[in-house]
């Protein structure tokens, strides 16, 4: 069973790796033959600098929101839950196939000595709070677009989905009566602490502090629309883009982000991000693309600057303690 179960996994993500080859074959072609890279380097060349440093001073504020929200539902510090989160969004930005959550949960439990099981709840449920602010915006958006193409049906399975997410939330962190004794009875999370991966006070997680962790999900989506509607108005004073472009441009970025196969969704990223900006924002094919770069470039550097300068300088002590060994 178990090696059948290596084989499919196996063979799931050499099919996503093809997908993502034969994507990033056509969206070369489609740039050799569209776009004129002597202007697109003159585009990235004459990006104000203010632009450049106010993003990244924003996009820290985010790194610093996101490590708040983990020390609050972990129960852990906030300098490990910095460093935690770092790491997995560098390696989500390096590495293919989200490898950075898992290097999240491996690098907490050899560094810091976090359980594996609580912090792998504690990710679970920061991909929940997400997911509530992702379909919250959508419907934003959806409200905002002519309702003659919107079926109302969808509307209403969505609006569920929110609610009955937020009702998960609240009924798993209670202790009595609820999802929280039905899970620690359970004849498979039983045998998960058997084998040491999952601890009854694991669950003590999914008690946090659900109001500020959710007040902490808000700061950290509502920075990053005002971080793309500022940064876009500065690159591209032009662009028809308000705030509601703003939030289609998040919600662009974020799927191709999550999108397994390539690094940080290269590739996806740029092409979702171009092909919004020229039809329905009136920005040239040059331009939009020097503009997709400078975002993905802006909102990748940050955490991978400080988790590369922490390991380097995490090796370089440990090499001089062998030495004096």
Request: one cysteine or more; proline letters at 2%.
């Amino acid at each position: 069973m178990k090696k059948i179960a290596q084989s499919f996994f196996t063979r799931r993500k050499l099919a996503i790796l093809i997908v993502n080859l034969l994507f990033l074959t056509c969206l070369f072609y489609w740039l050799f033959h569209n776009i004129n890279f002597q202007d697109l380097v003159t585009q990235i060349r004459n990006t104000p600098p203010k632009a450049i440093l106010f993003a990244l001073s924003m996009n820290i504020v985010v790194l610093l929101l996101y490590s708040k929200r983990l020390s609050v539902i972990s129960g852990g510090g906030f300098l490990s839950c910095f460093l935690i989160t770092t790491l997995g969004f560098t390696f989500n930005s390096l590495a293919p196939f989200r490898a950075g959550e898992a290097l999240k949960i491996y690098f907490g439990k050899k560094r810091f000595n976090y359980s594996i099981g609580a912090l792998s709840a504690s990710i679970l449920i920061e991909k929940i709070y997400d997911m509530i602010a992702l379909i919250i915006f959508s419907i934003i958006i959806i409200a905002n677009i002519d309702t003659h193409i919107i079926d109302l049906r969808i509307l209403t399975l969505i609006c569920t989905v929110i609610f009955l997410s937020i009702i998960f939330v609240l009924i798993i962190r209670t202790k009595k009566g609820t999802i929280y004794e039905i899970v620690k009875e359970n004849f498979i999370f039983k045998k998960i602490i058997t084998y040491n991966f999952f601890s009854s006070k694991d669950l003590s997680v999914f008690d946090h502090k659900i109001i500020l962790a959710a007040l902490l999900t808000a700061f950290i989506w509502l920075t990053n629309m005002m971080l793309i509607f500022i940064l876009f108005k500065l690159l591209i004073p032009d662009a028809t883009l308000g705030l509601l472009g703003a939030i289609i441009l998040l919600i662009i970025a974020a799927m191709a982000i999550a999108v397994p196969g390539t690094p940080a969704g290269i590739g996806v990223f740029e092409a979702g991000i171009v092909s919004y900006l020229i039809n329905f924002s009136g920005v040239d094919k040059e331009q939009a693309l020097s503009s997709a770069l400078i975002y993905h470039l802006i909102i990748t550097t940050p955490h991978t600057l400080i988790i590369l300068t922490y390991l380097g300088k995490s090796f370089w002590e440990e090499i001089k303690i062998r030495k004096e060994i």
